[in-house]
């Protein structure tokens, strides 16, 4: 009832300031929700996917190793078990530093426990 006691201008004011609020709340509400997100796919860019990078080069050293392993136990010839050697032995030192540069990238007490 007091509002129809009220002039038509102070109505659309008061209607138009509510709004206004409204809209504020709702944009700081926005710009937090944001900060959050913006939070989470920073440490996703900056722990997760180096360590994914990395864990998919050991991946592809491993199934190297294999392959290698598979080709020294079907080769006949001493000269093609020396060359197979070599190659083998170099990508078990790659491996070796890829995982070396992953033990840096671990943070979470889990993840470590996986690691090691």
Do not use: C
């Not at 190659?87 to 033990?103: D, T």
């Amino acid at each position: 009832m007091a509002l129809r006691n009220l002039s038509i201008r102070t109505r659309l004011m008061g209607g138009f300031a509510l709004v206004l609020l409204i809209a504020a709340g709702q944009s700081l509400l926005s710009i937090e929700r944001l900060s959050t997100v913006n939070a989470k796919s920073t440490e996703m860019a900056e722990i997760w996917l180096p360590s994914i990078e990395t864990l998919g080069h050991l991946d592809s050293d491993l199934a190297d190793v294999r392959v290698s392993r598979l080709r020294l136990m079907l080769v006949t010839e001493a000269k093609d078990i020396d060359a197979i050697e070599v190659a083998l032995k170099k990508i078990e030192s790659e491996m070796e530093a890829g995982r070396a540069g992953y033990a840096k990238l671990v943070h979470s007490p889990e993840e470590k426990a996986l690691f090691e």
